[in-house]
């Protein structure tokens, strides 16, 4: 096991741990084997790892707030596409989208990956990896779809480039150095509390 490898091997190597367990289970006995005030929990808090002091997004919430502010614009498509990989991506992320959807009304699909599906005219999707971002951008060309006209695109995590392509992506994130920030005010001034950091909409073209 890679993870339980590296901090077992890393045990007092360091004067803080840092760590982002993102998917993984079961982590919360193998960081069990580090000194419990030297650890902090970034980006995904599990239930076993509550006793640290951590950094987290509530992606649910995030999600269905951000997805709220966005209502009115979504509501002019068809169909709300949600491509979702499960091994790599919160499961919080999918309930808060299909939340969402439920409380609207809005008829909606989950893919595992959109690289060998066609995309539809009247759809919006939102794309979490930025592979689906440029595979759906590369098919919507291919078939001469204009996006926010004939389909609309949701990206997450900015990025400079999404300002630029396509006359700019809507994305919907959090902010990563304000969390560095944070981070470093709790390590410094010894803090052991739990942070949520902002999750937030950015408007542009896409939509």
Known sequence: DVFRNAVINNNGNYSYYVIMPGNLNNTGPIINFLPDKKVY????????????PAIYQ?????????????????????????????????????KGFKSFCYNNKIQFEILSSIEHRSIKKGNIYMLLEDSSLISVIKKARIKNMKVSKDIGIISYNDTPLKEIIENGITVISTDFNEMGIKLAEMITNRLKVKIENNISLTLRNSV
Do not use: A, T, W
């Not at 980006?43 to 640290?52: S, T």
């Open 41 to 52: 929990i970034l980006d995904q808090i599990h239930d076993d790892l509550k006793k640290y």
């Open 58 to 94: 509530n992606f649910e919430k995030g999600i269905v707030d951000c997805l709220n502010e966005l209502r009115s614009k979504i509501l002019n498509y068809s169909k709300m596409i949600l491509v979702f990989d499960k091994l790599k991506q919160p499961e919080s992320i999918k």
